[in-house]
């Protein structure tokens, strides 16, 4: 089974702090995603990527950048966390460049910034 | 944007079966079709995908019709287990080649006794 491993389940940041979220695959897929999930809106896109050092903004990257120096690790920086980015980050993985490779989520990291 | 809609919310009894359908006018010709199961506090899993007419495996089954521009997915005999968010997708190429996948707000799915 593919496993997604994000690094922390829940985190507590201050205004101003710049935050990283890691997150790691271990199937050699190609494309990594970044989601956050906000009640009622559903899973937003931040970042994706299909290759190292490969990036493309998603619907809502403002804020954000990411990192891919390695196939298997894309992380997601806050470079200075703001209140209105307290939410749920997920992780994301898929084989190949087709739109019928599944996505493999993690399981989140509840991200609150006080 | 996403590219589908879907209802907002459904009720079922535990033993029913469950149709949950989505529309994606605008599905372009390679797009797949991918529906995702996700209970709370956990990321969305992978339930079926499809590209045309129907799909079956353990959990569930795909509905697509000739035209493509709507899916419907069916949970035969759902229990309590089964109440969750489900969300229907398509892909969408992203502007450097890569391809990115597109969630909309989901189908809340309440099962009871």
């Known amino acids: 089974d593919v496993k997604v491993t994000q690094s922390s389940r829940y985190l507590v940041k201050r205004t101003g702090e710049k935050v990283f979220l890691e997150c790691v695959q271990d199937?050699?897929?190609?494309?990594m995603f970044w989601y956050r999930q906000d009640p009622g809106l559903g899973l937003r896109l931040i970042y994706f990527?299909?290759?190292?050092?490969?990036?493309e903004k998603g619907d809502i990257p403002e804020g954000y950048s990411v990192s891919r120096e390695k196939k298997e690790r894309f992380s997601l920086i806050l470079e200075s966390a703001s209140t209105n980015q307290t939410s749920m980050y997920l992780c994301?993985?898929?084989?190949?460049?087709?739109?019928?490779?599944?996505?493999?989520f993690g399981n989140g990291t509840r991200l609150t910034v006080t | 944007l996403a590219k589908t809609t879907q209802p907002i919310s459904m009720d079922s009894y535990e033993g029913q079966e469950v149709n949950i359908t989505c529309s994606h006018n605008?599905?372009?010709?390679?797009?797949?079709i991918t529906w995702y199961q996700q209970f709370p506090s956990q990321g969305p899993r992978f339930i079926i995908q499809?590209?045309?007419t129907k799909v079956t495996n353990e959990v569930a089954s795909l509905f697509i019709p000739a035209d493509r521009k709507s899916s419907t997915l069916s949970l035969p005999r759902v229990s309590l287990s089964d109440t969750a968010v489900y969300y229907c997708?398509?892909?969408?190429?992203?502007?450097?080649?890569?391809?990115?996948?597109?969630f909309g707000a989901g189908t809340r799915l309440f099962v009871k006794a």
């Open positions: 994301a993985s898929s084989f190949g460049m087709e739109t019928n490779s599944p996505l493999h």
């Open positions: 199937m050699d897929h190609e494309n």
């Open positions: 990527s299909y290759d190292v050092k490969m990036k």
């Open positions: 605008n599905i372009a010709t390679n797009d797949y």
């Open positions: 499809g590209y045309k």
């Open positions: 997708l398509v892909g969408d190429k992203g502007n450097t080649g890569g391809f990115k996948t597109i």
